[in-house]
C-alpha cells in the first residue's frame, strides 16, 4: 500500500503535467459575452446555495442595481463544492478577473456591491478567491489570491466537477464555450473499439461504489446481441451524507449527458435514461432544460451531428426508494414495477430494460467520459493511485471546519483530506475519531489509517467501501456504538424485503445494538453481531444486504472497547447514549450557588447553601435540566 | 372526521383521465400514481381499482408499488410538510434533537399529521445539502445549520400567521 499513498504528489509527475503549467486540471473560464458592457453576477443557486439563502440575495442584488440606477446580468450557478462558505457570490467587471465572495448576506452585500461596481476594487474582507482568465487580457486585483490557490481548493483536481459554480446552469452557450461537446464532437469520428480502448487506457472504474472497469462494462453491451439498446444512468443519489451527483446534475447537467452520449454511441444504443431521484427536484428541471437545449443543438435526437446516429434520453424520476441505486431495482422502477433486485446473470448488459441489453453507469463515471475522449485515456492514468485511477469526488461532511464537495486524486490521503482541505476537526479540542465512508454501506476508519490513500482497495481492506464517496469525520463526541445503529436502522428501513437474511438480519442486527445503546447489551452480543453479520454478507441477494454490516463490522473491529464498555460498564464515551450519561458534579468548578436546583424535576439534585451540589443517581433521570443551567460548566 | 367526509365526497375525474392517458404505455404504474398524487397531494385509496382496471394491470401489482416507495401517501397530509433531515451528516450534527422537540411542538409521531391538517411531520434521509447540516425543510423553503429551538420558533410563527389569518376571515 506504500506506493498507493503518492496520490497527492502524482499531479505533478503526470505525464501530461508537462502541457499545463502548475497542474493539468482543466480550469474553466467563462469568457466574457462580446460587446457586453454590463457586469456579471453569478450566484450560487445549488439547492445548498438556496439553502443558505440564495433566492433572496438574488432579489436584493436586483433591488440594489436599481437603486443605483445600474444594470447587471445575474447567472445561477451550480455548487463549486464550497458548503462552509455559502451563499456564494461572484462579481465581474469587464477587463478585470472574476472575483468570488463568500458567506454573502444582506448585511455585507452593499458594501460588496458599491466596493466592485462603484469604486473599482474588490471587498477584500468577502472575497476569497479571484478567477483570472489567462485568455483575457484581465488586469488582477491586489491582495486577493488566485481562486485555485485558495487552501480549500489547492489540493484538489477537479474533472467531473470542473465547470460546477462557474459556468450557468441554464446556458448550453456557457457549456460550449468552456470546451463543452468536444469530446462528443471528436467520440463521432472514432470506432467504438477505438472510443473503448480509450476509456480502457484511462482506468476508470465505475464511481457509483463498486469501481468495476468502465471500459468492460461497455464491452459487455455493445458486444450483446439485440435490436434495441439501452444506456442508463444511475443518478438515484441515496447514500445519506453523499451529494455529488447533485452537484453534478445541477452545476454541469451537459457533462452527464454528453458522456452518455458518447457512450451510446460507442455501445450502439438508441435510447437512455436518467433514473433521478425525486428529492432532487432542482436538479430534474435543469436536467430536463439541457435536454432540450442538447436536442435544439443537434447533439441529442436524430442524426446526431449529421452521421445518422440517433440516441435520446428519458428522465425518470425516482419515487423515494434506496434500493433503486441498486441496478436490476433500477431497472424494476424505470419498467414502473416495484424496484427490487433480481438474482444475476442475466446481467442488464444482457437482458436489462424492456429486456433489451443495458448498460448503466453512475452519474460521475458519465462526467468523466467527455473529458477523457478530448485527452485521451493516458491524460486521465497520469492521476491517482496504482489501481485506482483518476480522481474522486467526496462529500467531505461532519466534524470539519471546512465541510464541502472536494474532489482529489485517488490515493490522497484520509489526512489530506481532512487537515489539509477540510481545514481539520470543527472543535479544536475535541480530537478526530473515525472516518466514515461509503454511507450505510461503509464502515469508520479510525485515526490509524490517517496516512491511507484513498482508492478502491485501501479502503475494502479497511473494511470500509469507497461507495458514492460520502466521508462523515466523527469526532470524540460521537458514539460508534450509536453510528453504527444509525445506519442500520437506515437499512432496516430501505431493506426491500425479498431475500430473508438481508431483511431478517439487518432487523436482528439493529435490535442488538439497540439494546447495547440502551444500557442492556450482553457480552455474547457481539459474537452474536458478528455472526449475523457473517451470514447477511454471504447470503443477501443483492448490494444492500452484502454491505450493511459493514458499519457493524468496522465498528467491531476498531472500537471493540467502546462497545464492550457500553455492556460491561455501562457507559458511554461520547455522552450520547441518554440511557448511559450519568451526570457528576465537579468538585473543582462548583461555585455553590445552587442555579441547578431550582429546575431539576425529580429533585434527584442536592444543594445546601455553600455545599458542592450533588446528583441522586437513582432519581435522576437525566434530563440535562442542571447541565443547562449551570453557568460553570461544573455539571458534566 | 371532517378528512374522511371530503375523501369521499372527492372528484376523481382527473384520475381516471390520467390513467386513460397512461393507458397502452410502457410500465405506467409509477408514472400514474405520481401524476395522481402531484393533482390530488396524496393518492385516494378507492382510486386504486379503477386505476387498475383502466390500466389492465392487477391491484395487487398497482398495491406493491404504491406501498414500496416512500414518495406515495395515502392520506390527505398538512399543509405544511415539515421535513427533518436525519441523514448521516445531519445525523451527527444533532439532528434528533430537533425530530423530538418537533415531535412535542406539534404533538404528531413521525410521518403524522396534526388533527388540524396544517403540518404533517416527515423524517427524511438526505436531502444532499450535507455541509449545512443539520437541515430541515419547511414545504419547499429550506432551513440551514438548525437547532431544536430555532426550528421551533419557524413552527411558532407559522402558526401564529395561520391563526391571524383565520382571525381576518
Known amino acids: ?636 | 372526521m371532517t378528512a374522511k367526509t371530503e375523501e369521499q365526497e372527492l372528484d376523481l375525474t382527473r384520475a381516471y383521465e390520467i390513467a386513460e392517458e397512461e393507458y397502452g404505455k410502457q410500465g405506467p404504474i409509477i408514472r400514474v400514481l405520481q401524476k395522481v398524487q402531484a393533482e390530488y397531494g396524496y393518492i385516494p385509496p378507492e382510486y386504486l381499482p379503477e386505476m387498475a382496471e383502466i390500466l389492465e394491470v392487477p391491484l395487487a401489482k398497482i398495491f406493491g408499488a404504491l406501498t414500496f416507495y416512500s414518495q406515495f401517501y395515502t392520506s390527505p397530509r398538512g399543509k405544511y410538510i415539515v421535513k427533518v433531515c436525519v441523514g448521516t451528516a445531519c445525523h451527527v450534527q444533532g439532528a434528533k434533537d430537533i425530530l423530538d422537540r418537533m415531535k412535542d411542538e406539534l404533538k404528531v409521531g413521525a410521518g403524522e399529521t396534526t388533527e388540524d391538517m396544517m403540518f404533517t411531520l416527515e423524517p427524511v434521509a438526505c436531502i444532499g445539502s450535507c455541509g449545512l447540516a443539520p437541515l430541515c425543510l419547511i414545504n419547499t423553503e429550506t432551513a440551514a445549520n438548525m437547532t431544536p429551538a430555532g426550528m421551533a420558533g419557524k413552527i411558532q410563527a407559522i402558526v401564529e400567521k395561520e391563526s391571524a389569518g383565520v382571525a381576518e376571515e
Not at chain 1, 314 to 336: P, Q, T
Request: with cysteine; net charge negative; hydrophobic share 35%.
Open chain 1, 1 to 636: 500500500m506504500a506506493e498507493e499513498k503518492k496520490g497527492g504528489t502524482a499531479v505533478m509527475d503526470a505525464p501530461a503535467a508537462k502541457s499545463g503549467g502548475l497542474s493539468v486540471m482543466p480550469k474553466r473560464y467563462v469568457p466574457w459575452p462580446e460587446g457586453n458592457e454590463k457586469p456579471q453576477i453569478w450566484i450560487g443557486m445549488g439547492t445548498c446555495g438556496t439553502a443558505a439563502g440564495a433566492s433572496a440575495l438574488e432579489e436584493e442584488i436586483q433591488a440594489w442595481l436599481k437603486e443605483h440606477g445600474m444594470e447587471a446580468d445575474i447567472h445561477p450557478v451550480g455548487c463549486v463544492g464550497m458548503c462552509h462558505n455559502e451563499p456564494l457570490v461572484d462579481v465581474q467587471v469587464k477587463g478585470r478577473p472574476r472575483v468570488s465572495y463568500k458567506k454573502v448576506s444582506s448585511k455585507n452585500l452593499a458594501q460588496i456591491l458599491k466596493e466592485h461596481l462603484q469604486d473599482g476594487s474588490a471587498s477584500k474582507r468577502a472575497a476569497f478567491g479571484q478567477l483570472i482568465n489567462p485568455d483575457e487580457k484581465q488586469e488582477p486585483y491586489d491582495g486577493i489570491p488566485n481562486f485555485h490557490e485558495e487552501p480549500f481548493f489547492k489540493n484538489q483536481v477537479k474533472i467531473v466537477m470542473q465547470r460546477c459554480g462557474v459556468i450557468d446552469y441554464h446556458s448550453i452557450d456557457d457549456y460550449l464555450a468552456t470546451g463543452g461537446y468536444d469530446g462528443l464532437k471528436k467520440a463521432v469520428t472514432m470506432s467504438s473499439d477505438e472510443i473503448i480502448e480509450e476509456i480502457k487506457k484511462s482506468g476508470l472504474r465505475g464511481r457509483g461504489g463498486a469501481g468495476f472497469p468502465t471500459w468492460m462494462k461497455w464491452k459487455f453491451a455493445r458486444d450483446a446481441e439485440g435490436d434495441a439498446k439501452y444506456m442508463v444512468c444511475n443518478a438515484d443519489e441515496g447514500d445519506p451524507g453523499a451529494f455529488m451527483d447533485r452537484a453534478v446534475l445541477e452545476g454541469d447537467p451537459h457533462s452527464l449527458l454528453e458522456g452518455m452520449i458518447i457512450g451510446a454511441f460507442a455501445v450502439g444504443a438508441q435510447y437512455g435514461y436518467i433514473y433521478c431521484r425525486a428529492e432532487y427536484p432542482l436538479a430534474i428541471r435543469i436536467l430536463n432544460q439541457a435536454l432540450d437545449q442538447a436536442r435544439e443543438k443537434g447533439f441529442l435526437g436524430e442524426n446526431i451531428l449529421g452521421t445518422g446516429f440517433s440516441y435520446d434520453i428519458i428522465i425518470k424520476e425516482g419515487a423515494g426508494a434506496y434500493v433503486c441505486g441498486e441496478e436490476m431495482a433500477l431497472l424494476n422502477s424505470i419498467m414502473g414495477e416495484r424496484g427490487m433486485p433480481m438474482i444475476k446473470p442475466p446481467f442488464p448488459a444482457t437482458r436489462g430494460v424492456w429486456g433489451k441489453p443495458t448498460n448503466i453507469n453512475n452519474v460521475e463515471t458519465f462526467a468523466n467520459i467527455a473529458e477523457i475522449v478530448v485527452n485521451g485515456g493516458d491524460w486521465y492514468a497520469g492521476w491517482g493511485s496504482e489501481t485506482t485511477k483518476g480522481t474522486k469526488t467526496f462529500a467531505l461532511t461532519g466534524k470539519v471546519k471546512r465541510p464541502g464537495l472536494v474532489e482529489v486524486p485517488t490515493g490522497t490521503t484520509i489526512r489530506e483530506l481532512v487537515e489539509d482541505i477540510g481545514g481539520g476537526m470543527t472543535l479544536k479540542k475535541v480530537g478526530f475519531k473515525a472516518a466514515q465512508f461509503g454511507g450505510p454501506s461503509g464502515g469508520c476508519l479510525p485515526g490509524e489509517f490517517m496516512e491511507t490513500g484513498i482508492d478502491y482497495e485501501s479502503l475494502n481492506s479497511g473494511g470500509a467501501i469507497m461507495g458514492s464517496g460520502g466521508v462523515v469525520v466523527l469526532d470524540e463526541y460521537n458514539c460508534m456504538v450509536d453510528t453504527a445503529r444509525f445506519f442500520m436502522e437506515f437499512t432496516v428501513d430501505e431493506s426491500c424485503g425479498k431475500c430473508t437474511p438481508c431483511r431478517d438480519g439487518t432487523a436482528l442486527m439493529l435490535q442488538i445494538l439497540e439494546r447495547i445503546t440502551h444500557g442492556e447489551g450482553r457480552l455474547e452480543d457481539i459474537e452474536k453481531l458478528e455472526q449475523i453479520s457473517g451470514f447477511t454478507k454471504a447470503n443477501s441477494l443483492c448490494g444492500l444486504g452484502q454491505v450493511a454490516p459493514n458499519p457493524v463490522l468496522t465498528t467491531l473491529r476498531y472500537f471493540r472497547d467502546e462497545v464492550v464498555e457500553h455492556i460491561v460498564d455501562k457507559k458511554c464515551r461520547a455522552h450520547s447514549c441518554d440511557e448511559l450519561i450519568e451526570y457528576v458534579v465537579l468538585e473543582d468548578k462548583c461555585t455553590t450557588c445552587g442555579l441547578c436546583k431550582p429546575p431539576c424535576p425529580t429533585d434527584a439534585l442536592e444543594w445546601e447553601k455553600k455545599q458542592t451540589a450533588f446528583i441522586n443517581h437513582e432519581t435522576c433521570i437525566r434530563c440535562k435540566a442542571c447541565v443547562m443551567a449551570c453557568p460553570f460548566m461544573a455539571i458534566k
